[in-house]
């Protein structure tokens, strides 16, 4: 089973922006694995909290898409 993500994870430039660190990047490997393996299950004001941040994200996007059509 995978865990449930309640908010997605903002993507990260580190590599464009500051010189490579071979041990760091391994480092942040190993604990993303770890934390993909534990299962957190969610409690009601996780899941009403996680519900209403999904509802905003498609509001946002959709307010968004909309000043392109006019």
């Not at 999904?54 to 000043?67: D, E, G, P, S």
């Given at each position: 089973?995978?865990?449930?993500?309640?908010?997605?994870?903002?993507?990260?430039?580190?590599?464009?922006?500051?010189?490579?660190?071979?041990n760091?990047?391994?480092?942040?490997?190993?604990?993303?694995?770890?934390?993909?393996?534990?299962?957190?299950?969610?409690?009601?004001?996780?899941?009403?909290?996680?519900n209403?941040?999904?509802?905003?994200?498609?509001?946002?996007?959709?307010?968004?898409?909309?000043?392109?059509?006019a």
């Amino acid at each position: 089973t995978t865990r449930p993500h309640l908010f997605t994870k903002a993507t990260r430039n580190d590599d464009k922006e500051l010189p490579a660190d071979t041990n760091s990047n391994e480092e942040t490997k190993d604990v993303d694995e770890t934390d993909e393996e534990e299962n957190i299950p969610l409690t009601p004001e996780m899941d009403r909290a996680n519900n209403i941040y999904h509802q905003a994200m498609k509001l946002i996007n959709v307010t968004v898409n909309r000043q392109y059509e006019a």
